[in-house]
Nanobody
Framework: QVQLVESGGGLVQPGGSLRLSCAAS?????LGWYRQGPGKERELVAT???????NYGDSVKGRFTISRDYAKNTVFLQMNSLKPEDTAVYYC?????????????WGQGTQVTVSS
């Protein structure tokens, strides 16, 4: 089992910045963020593996940066140049690998609202 504690959401104006954090209760293979906007499906924001490999959703490339503190099992998402379409509930995701099996764990979500 993995427990995830998220922080850092809130209200920001277009063009502004926010930083999300997510602390995992144990070491995991991958940590990252997904989001779900109003009336939309959940989509990838960014992930980072234990080896440092990152993966970004196309809509956030060049604006968002994911990083990880391996000692603290914590992942950070720096979000710059925010747009109204970035408004969503952001969910922290952790992945554990058991041989060929993959298990995903989710945080409760944190709201990010981009509005003037």
């Amino acid at each position: 089992q993995v427990q995830l504690v998220e922080s850092g959401g809130g209200l920001v104006q277009p063009g502004g910045s926010l930083r999300l954090s997510c602390a995992a209760s144990r070491s995991v293979f991958s940590l990252g963020w997904y989001r779900q906007g109003p009336g939309k499906e959940r989509e990838l924001v960014a992930t980072i593996t234990s080896g440092g490999t990152t993966n970004y959703g196309d809509s956030v490339k060049g604006r968002f940066t994911i990083s990880r503190d391996y000692a603290k099992n914590t992942v950070f998402l720096q979000m710059n140049s925010l747009k109204p379409e970035d408004t969503a509930v952001y969910y922290c995701n952790a992945v554990l690998l058991y041989g060929r099996d993959r298990r995903d764990y989710w945080g409760q979500g944190t709201q990010v609202t981009v509005s003037s």
